[in-house]
């Protein structure tokens, strides 16, 4: 390596200089389950500028966060108090009209106090959802750096606060080749910090992680929990942890050993379904094994150390054959795709929102939702669960991603086990899918496999599936991954972007999948209020036709176990530049202002009134087996 000149200044020269941000990765082993847990909330106002040239992390301007800007002994290029204040959570391309296609890297700062509750408590900081690369400092020290726009990620700031603290966000939306998603997308690039902040206090030993599920055996009878406990430093943990289901008198202590501990407790619950959406509300309790002791020979109790609580539903999700079953009875998924997308939010929601959009699911007769194309707020699988509303989630290795790149793989891995971390304890939630519309190559073939391995390795309770291509050429459904997935995902656009709908049924006919298959996505443009005949392009009345062919072919198909047609909402696109699309994706059933329905809307809900009453919940039960 070449010595550097006396005049070298690394602000200007070093062009590698995001790599010393990319030693301390913020990732899914550090997660750490906050359900249930007190909260304290950094949204609200922070103080924002875009930083086009990424000079504050090239010249370290958070170095000098101790520094005031009027006493300052040498010129600084930042000011934190003047930037203009911007909202936390939002995306800044709403938030201020000259950065709505703004890519770059916008930096954001705050102050906050801190004052310790208890002795030795821990502090974590964490992140619900900031676009994409998101490197955070405290106090002029990095604490890490996350990839990823919408999975969870938290960092122990426990050595770093004092009692008046500043922090430092720096949060990069540039698209990439080389990351998930790649840098050509359909949808919008929101950037920003457009989920909660939050505070979360901890006491040195700590309950980091649970997975609590229906034991997938087909008896309806045996839940497992298995409890993940963390100390302050990482080192081995032993003890008793508690688990209570009050409601089924499940009061069962688990050994702690090296942090872990497992057990299957038998119990009948009152299975979730989406017509009983049924929750019970769970404790576990953790106390090290040293003060157990002492509680024991003192009088006999259980005295934790530390204690969460969440609410559950028990419900088991199978395949047999070519259909689903929930808990041994066959089901149709009535679906849509949705987008987290919204006309004066963008990427950001609210429970208000997410309610509405299930309303709007349920009117049209549907049970269930793809979200598309990575993972939507954690809010949404949550209310889910109370609503009886069932989930297809999935992460964003979305088209020509670099799957022959070690990074591009750890990067996606990464973001599937947030997102299941995140969400396997929500019944709503029953499939997980490692990708959308990716050529059937052998690179793919070995990229995505191994993450649909993944999943099975974090969820055995849950099918795992893709949204696939089907083959044009031979007219026939076929893709290797398939073998790696419990239900076939497929994309057509028959009747759209290929004008011979025959081509359909003749696809249908040719193929014998031996699993489930579900429609993930199928439709066409409608400019709401564009009238014309069944012909013209862009047209309401072509949009209606076309769904009525598309669900009198389905009708007629017994392999397909489910249907999401794209889209329930109209979603800004800028690469779609014709006069009907004006840079949004047309093809909702439901217009941007997410009350205008579209006449499709009005197919779907009849097609989907007969396949209630046919398909969902029948009297008999089946006794499903190939349990996932």
Not at 38 to 49: D, H, P, Q, Y
Request: hydrophobic share 35%; net charge negative; aromatic share 12%.
């Amino acid at each position: 390596m070449k010595e550097k000149s006396g005049n070298y200044q690394s602000d200007i020269h070093n062009s590698g200089y995001e790599s010393e941000y990319l030693e301390s990765m913020l990732e899914s082993s550090d997660l750490i389950n906050i359900a249930g847990r007190e909260t304290e909330s950094l949204n609200g106002k922070w103080n924002f500028a875009e930083d086009l040239y990424d000079t504050c992390r090239r010249a370290h301007w958070f170095r000098g966060e101790s520094c005031g800007f009027s006493d300052a002994q040498v010129p600084l290029d930042y000011d934190w108090e003047s930037w203009e204040p911007i909202s936390v959570p939002a995306v800044w391309n709403l938030e201020k009209h000259e950065l709505h296609y703004f890519e770059g890297s916008g930096v954001y700062t705050r102050t906050f106090h801190y004052y310790p509750k208890s002795k030795g408590e821990r502090l974590i900081l964490r992140f619900e959802g900031a676009a994409y690369r998101t490197s955070v400092f405290l106090n002029g020290k990095l604490i890490g750096t996350h990839d990823g726009a919408s999975t969870p990620f938290n960092a122990d700031i426990s050595d770093a606060v004092k009692t008046f603290n500043r922090i430092i966000v720096v949060a990069d939306a540039g698209r990439n080749p080389l990351r998930i998603p790649m840098e050509n997308t359909d949808w919008f690039n929101y950037g920003g910090i457009y989920r909660d902040v939050y505070l979360v206090r901890l006491p040195q030993v700590y309950i980091k992680d649970w997975f609590i599920r229906l034991c997938p055996d087909g008896t309806f009878s045996n839940i497992i929990a298995d409890i993940d406990i963390q100390g302050a430093d990482k080192s081995y943990v032993y003890g008793k942890a508690l688990l209570e289901i009050k409601e089924l008198r499940i009061k069962q202590e688990i050994d702690i050993s090296n942090g872990k501990g497992s057990v299957k407790v038998s119990a009948k619950p009152e299975l979730w379904n989406p017509e009983n959406p049924k929750l019970y509300d769970v404790e576990i309790s953790f106390c090290k094994i040293d003060e157990f002791k002492a509680s024991k020979q003192k009088d006999g109790g259980f005295k934790s150390s530390d204690n969460v609580k969440d609410r559950i539903g028990f419900r088991e999700i199978k395949t047999k054959g070519q259909e689903i079953f929930l808990n041994g009875k066959k089901i149709f998924l009535r679906g849509v795709c949705v987008h987290e997308d919204h006309f004066a939010l963008g990427k950001t929601t609210n429970p208000e929102i997410i309610r509405q959009t299930i309303c709007d699911l349920k009117e049209m007769n549907g049970n269930y939702f793809r979200l598309a194309h990575y993972p939507h707020d954690g809010r949404f699988a949550r209310i889910a669960d109370e609503e009886g509303v069932l989930l297809w989630e999935e992460v964003p290795v979305y088209w020509a991603v670099a799957f022959d790149n070690a990074g591009t793989y750890k990067d996606a891995e990464n973001q599937l086990c947030e997102l299941i971390l995140r969400d396997r304890n929500r019944a709503s939630v029953i499939i997980w899918s490692v990708g959308n519309e990716n050529a059937d190559t052998d690179s793919r073939l070995g990229f995505m496999s191994a993450l649909a391995k993944k999943a099975k390795e974090l969820d055995d309770s849950r099918l795992v599936s893709a949204a696939c291509l089907i083959n044009h050429e031979k007219l026939k459904i076929e893709d290797r991954l398939s073998d790696f997935l419990d239900v076939i995902g497929i994309n057509e656009y028959y009747g759209w972007y290929d004008p011979e709908f025959d081509k359909l049924p003749r696809i249908l006919n040719n193929s014998n999948p031996g699993k489930p298959v579900l429609v993930c996505e199928f439709g066409g443009d409608a400019r709401s209020g564009q009238r014309g005949s069944v012909d013209d392009l862009w047209t309401e009345d072509r949009q209606k036709r076309l769904y009525e062919q598309q669900t009198e072919t389905f009708k007629k198909c017994s392999y397909i176990a489910g249907t999401t047609p794209w889209i329930l909402y109209d979603f800004r696109c800028p690469r779609r530049l014709n006069r009907y699309q004006e840079k949004f994706n047309r093809k909702g059933l439901i217009d941007a202002d997410r009350v205008t329905r579209k006449p499709a809307f009005y197919v779907m809900q009849k097609f989907y009134e007969e396949k209630k009453q046919i398909d969902c919940f029948p009297d008999t039960d089946v006794n499903a087996d190939n349990s996932v």
